[in-house]
């Protein structure tokens, strides 16, 4: 393969990259699905959560994210591309909207906006993603939300 070729492909990558992480933040569902192949798989790696698999797994996964996360907005900081791989580094910010389960507790709302980091890992073949793969920093998370029987901070 030439130079020129793997040129090529990264920016094809980072370009599919870029429209995903922003159909995402504007929860366009319609845009989203446009960037992934048909047996996408969507995992969040941090609370007890289904893997979400296919087009309309990937639709509801946002509708999950947008009815969990009150006006949530994700910054992103870098995007590392790699052959047929992205990695994205991000920021998100948003209210907790409804209780969630998070290790042997419950995460409650509070009104309280929270900001944490992760990162995407998403393999690509054929110019689409074929999974979400998202680590969150715990800790952050952890120190920030309410829990269901726990005094207020």
Not at 35 to 40: K, L, N
Not at 103 to 124: N, Q, S, T
Request: hydrophobic residues 45%.
């Amino acid at each position: 393969m030439s130079v020129e070729a793997t040129k090529t492909d990264a920016e094809a990558t980072l370009a599919l990259a870029h429209r995903f992480l922003e159909a995402i933040n504007t929860r366009n569902a319609d845009a989203l699905i446009e960037t992934v192949s048909d047996d996408c798989k969507y995992e969040l790696r941090v609370a007890p959560t289904p893997v979400m698999s296919g087009h309309e797994g990937i639709r509801l996964a946002l509708q999950a994210l947008d009815a969990t996360w009150e006006g949530y907005d994700f910054v992103t900081h870098d995007v590392y591309v790699d052959g047929a791989l992205f990695v994205a580094e991000w920021t998100m910010t948003g209210t907790l909207a409804q209780p969630i389960p998070v290790g042997g507790r419950i995460a409650v709302p509070d009104g309280r906006k929270i900001a944490f980091d992760g990162v995407d890992i998403c393999p690509v073949a054929d110019g689409k993603v074929t999974a979400k793969i998202s680590y969150i920093d715990a800790t952050a998370w952890y120190e920030q939300l309410s829990f269901e029987g726990a005094e207020s901070a």
